[in-house]
């Protein structure tokens, strides 16, 4: 189709032009993140039964399947297309999904003063096709997030129709709401600016909202989708009179090195080249890991008696998962606060699920929900520029509440729809299949052959 181009689509990329480090360093952040989700089916086949490893290892992989598959065709369209064209996003909420369905229009070029330039250009420094790829790695793990709080009870097929419909309609719209110029943006026509105002000359609220790399978007997102299908769905056999073990601890440890590994692309890469703030980033994120695990650690010590493998795993990724919105906004110190809290939060939350009810196989509401709500809240107490301890009043504390309000009461509405939607499909496999074992029934194989 036609797309209408605004005035200055031939300008160069940004004040240097386009960036060869920067396009090489985002093209490997890319890579990195896209190895999170292998990195996460083995941290989920882990912590699963033998019987169920394998089933949750393909929900990740089917993941990178769906995902990809619609990323390319209407998912960065949704996400942000209006950045490219002077077609409006629509309410707020999401771009038109055709403007660039199947991405071709990011591929055309035009000769100026001698040098091909990309038609619609590019963001920064890098073109739009490199950031297609990087952002298409988010939209993967986020989905792939989801399956551990459905672990050994749900039909692989439904999986993966759910993926797609659940990506379609809730994680590119908050994408675009919170990256793409929406409502949960620093846009005119944003939450943040009917709050606190707009700065005309700015072009941006006067109190903008601080997501750097995915606290609301990814975190936030999974973790309440995860808490509503773990309720819809019900319970697993014996959930609360059987101990569910993790069968391979090994695993566990090695898909959370596997995640540490890739989220410097995560979250490092989110700055979009290889800068001075991309390095304070990587200090930011692994201080904030490394604090978290050993938070969690101290409550199993307390609480428990033992620090576990476990436990140090599950730390890891809490503290991950807290520093992803605010590593850009805060200090070295800051980040070691955020973090040790963030470890305690989510090692105290795991046993909600007992007081409540719910069977979240694989704690992902216990440190997905709870570690990314107190990332994203965290951020207006511990900003170094805006947070309330470092003297920026209570503005952006404010600000950050009602994005994670905001998100949670968006997930949570649109995943109770879409699991109605899909249940004619059919959501759990037989009693009798879940007790011989989902990776038999649902995929005739066994991750242990006995010879």
């Known amino acids: 189709m036609a797309l209408a181009l605004p005035d200055d689509s031939f300008a160069p990329f940004g004040p240097d032009g386009l960036s060869a480090g920067d396009t090489a360093w985002v093209l490997t952040a890319a890579a990195l993140v896209l190895f999170m989700t292998p990195g996460l089916a083995f941290f989920y086949g882990g912590l699963s039964r033998q019987k169920s490893v394998l089933n949750m290892m393909m929900m990740s992989f089917g993941s990178i399947g769906v995902i990809s598959v619609i990323y390319v065709l209407w998912g960065y369209s949704m996400s942000f297309s209006s950045a490219h064209t002077l077609e409006g996003d629509i ?46 790695t988010f939209a993967v793990i986020t989905v792939a997030l989801i399956s551990g709080a459905v672990a050994e009870r749900m039909k692989f097929a439904t999986w993966l129709v759910f993926g797609a419909i659940w990506a379609t309609l809730v994680y590119f719209p908050l994408s675009h709401m919170v990256w793409g110029g929406g409502l949960l943006s620093s846009a005119e026509n944003s939450f943040a600016s009917w709050i606190f105002g707009y700065d005309a000359e700015a072009g941006s609220a006067n109190v903008a909202p601080i997501d750097f790399a995915g606290g609301t978007v990814v975190h936030i997102n999974a973790g309440m989708a995860a808490l509503v299908l773990a309720i819809l769905l019900g319970k697993r056999n014996g959930f609360g009179k059987v101990a569910f073990r993790p069968h391979n601890v090994p695993f566990v440890l090695l898909g959370a090195a596997i995640l540490w590994f890739g989220w410097f692309g995560f979250n490092v890469g989110s700055e979009g080249a290889a800068d001075m703030l991309a390095g304070q980033v990587w200090v930011n994120t692994t201080a904030a890991t490394a604090a978290a695990m050993l938070g969690w650690l101290v409550v199993e010590r307390i609480r428990d008696g033992k620090p576990t493998s476990v436990g140090a795993a599950s730390g890891i990724v809490a503290g991950l998962v807290a520093i992803t919105p605010a590593c850009g906004a805060l200090s070295p110190i800051g980040s070691l606060v955020l973090g040790a809290i963030a470890g305690a939060l989510s090692a105290l939350a795991i046993s909600l699920k007992y007081k409540f009810g719910y069977d979240d196989s694989l704690d992902v509401v216990g440190v997905h929900l709870v570690a990314g709500l107190w990332g994203t809240i965290g951020i207006g107490l511990l900003a170094t520029e805006t947070g309330l301890f470092y003297g920026g009043g209570i503005k952006q504390l404010v600000i950050q509440v009602v994005i994670a309000l905001v998100a949670v009461t968006f997930t949570g509405i649109m995943t109770a729809i879409i699991a109605f939607i899909v249940k004619p499909l059919g959501w759990r496999v037989t009693e009798e299949d879940e007790e011989t074992g989902i990776d038999e029934t649902e995929h005739a194989e066994t991750a242990y052959e006995l010879v």
């Open 91 to 136: 309410w707020g909420i999401f771009d038109n999904p055709i403007s660039l369905f199947g991405l071709s229009d990011l591929l055309e070029t035009r000769e100026i003063d001698g040098v091909d330039t990309f038609v619609l250009g590019g963001f920064g420094t890098v073109p739009a096709i490199v950031w297609v790829g990087f952002q298409l």
